[in-house]
C-alpha cells in the first residue's frame, strides 16, 4: 500500500497587525499574499498615514520578535514570513510628526484692533451699517438669534439621544455612507453647538480624537471626526469592509 502523500497550502491571505512610528495605536487588517511590497506600502499609505515612498517596513512575529525588513518592492508579500497575527511595523521616513499641521497654536496670525476696522471705509461692518442688514437690523438681529437657539436646542435633543459607545452609520450630503462608533457626545471648543465625536471603521476621519491641541476622545490617526447630530443615526451596524483590504 502507498504511503498517503500530503501538501501544505498556504491560506491567500494573512491577517497581520499594523504598527507605526507616528502612533502607538495598532490595528489588524487582511492582506492578500499575491501583493508586493510596493501594493503593500500603498495600502498602508491609507492606515497609518505615512507617504508610501518614505516608508520603511519591519516584519515581527506573533510574539513580537524581529523577523527581518521588508526591502524589496517588487517582492511578493507571501514571499516573507508573513503569518496570521504578524505584526508589520511601519518606519516614516518622511520627518513628519503626527499632528504637525493641525496644531494652529503655532500659525501666526495678523489680528487689527477693533478701532482701526472701524475707521475702514470699505468694511463689510460699515456696509452693513449702512444698509440696516445683519446684526445691525435689530429685528434681524433677533430673528438670528431666535433662530440660532432654536437650532441648538434642536440638535440637544437629537445628541442626547445619542449614547456614547453606540454602532452608528453616518450619512452626510455628498459623501459616502459611513460606520463607526460614538466616542464623545456634547459642545466643543472648536465650533459651536452640539457635535458627536466618531471612531470610523476605516480611515476615512481627519484626526484621532483631538482637535486644535484639545484631546475628546482616543482612536487611531484619521479615524476620528465630528459630525453634526442630525447626520448620524445609532443602530445595530456591523463593521463594514470598504475595500481597503481587498482580496485579489
Not at 501538501?7 to 492582506?31: M, P
Not at 519591519?58 to 526591502?71: E, M, P, R, V
Amino acid at each position: 500500500m502507498e504511503a498517503d502523500s500530503y501538501r501544505v497550502v498556504s491560506a491567500a491571505v494573512v491577517n497581520v497587525r499594523i504598527s507605526s512610528s507616528l502612533t502607538s495605536f495598532v490595528s489588524e487588517k487582511r492582506f492578500n499574499r499575491g501583493i508586493t511590497v510596493s501594493e503593500l506600502k500603498c495600502k498602508l499609505e491609507l492606515i497609518v498615514g505615512s507617504p508610501a515612498s518614505c516608508m520603511e517596513l519591519q516584519l515581527f512575529s506573533a510574539d513580537d520578535k524581529f523577523i527581518g525588513s521588508l526591502n524589496q518592492d517588487e517582492a511578493l508579500l507571501g514571499s516573507y514570513s508573513v503569518d496570521d497575527r504578524c505584526r508589520i511595523h511601519v518606519i516614516d521616513k518622511s520627518g513628519v510628526k503626527i499632528g504637525e499641521f493641525e496644531d494652529v497654536s503655532k500659525v501666526i496670525k495678523y489680528e487689527m484692533s477693533d478701532e482701526a476696522y472701524e475707521k475702514r471705509t470699505d468694511s463689510a461692518r460699515l456696509f452693513l451699517k449702512r444698509s440696516k442688514l445683519g446684526l445691525d437690523n435689530e429685528e434681524q438681529k433677533a430673528k438670528v438669534e431666535t433662530e440660532l437657539e432654536q437650532r441648538e436646542q434642536e440638535e440637544k435633543a437629537l445628541a442626547d439621544a445619542i449614547p456614547v459607545g453606540a454602532r452608528c452609520e453616518v450619512l452626510i450630503s455628498g459623501q459616502p455612507t459611513k460606520r463607526g462608533t460614538v466616542m464623545y457626545v456634547g459642545q466643543t471648543e472648536f465650533k459651536p453647538g452640539y457635535w458627536i465625536g466618531l471612531k470610523y471603521d476605516e480611515p476615512l476621519g481627519k484626526h484621532d480624537g483631538s482637535v486644535n491641541g484639545k484631546r475628546y476622545f482616543e482612536c487611531q490617526y484619521k479615524y476620528g471626526a465630528f459630525v453634526k447630530p442630525q447626520s448620524v443615526t445609532v443602530g445595530d451596524y456591523p463593521e463594514e469592509d470598504y475595500g481597503l483590504n481587498d482580496e485579489m
